[in-house]
């Protein structure tokens, strides 16, 4: 593979190009080589701003989890010791 040509940038290579062929570049050819599809198009109009409360609609909102009722004891759900096996339960083994 020519050296020259791995190493050759997109502006080297439109210089090339205009250089041999006597032509400019394609209007609808960006500056990075892309093919730019909306060239002589107008621009899409611009969608309304946003009022102060639509733009707090947008904003999640985070609210304060009741703490699960599982993860603490409540009152009765210990029972009272009884003299017997310590730790076992029934379908335990």
Do not use: H
């Not at 062929?21 to 909306?38: A, C, L, Q, S, Y």
């Not at 002589?40 to 999640?60: E, H, L, R, S």
Request: aromatic letters at 10%; a positive charge.
């Amino acid at each position: 593979m020519d050296q020259g040509v791995a190493s050759m940038t997109n502006n080297e290579y439109w210089q090339g190009y205009e250089g041999a062929t006597g032509k400019k570049r394609p209007p609808w050819i960006d500056g990075v080589g892309n093919i730019n599809w909306d060239y002589n198009k107008p621009d899409p109009p611009k969608p309304p701003k946003p009022t102060a409360t639509q733009t707090a609609g947008m904003i999640p909102q985070v609210y304060a989890q009741p703490i699960a009722q599982g993860l603490l004891p409540q009152p009765g759900d210990i029972r009272p010791w009884q003299p017997g096996l310590r730790g076992w339960r029934p379908g335990w083994g």
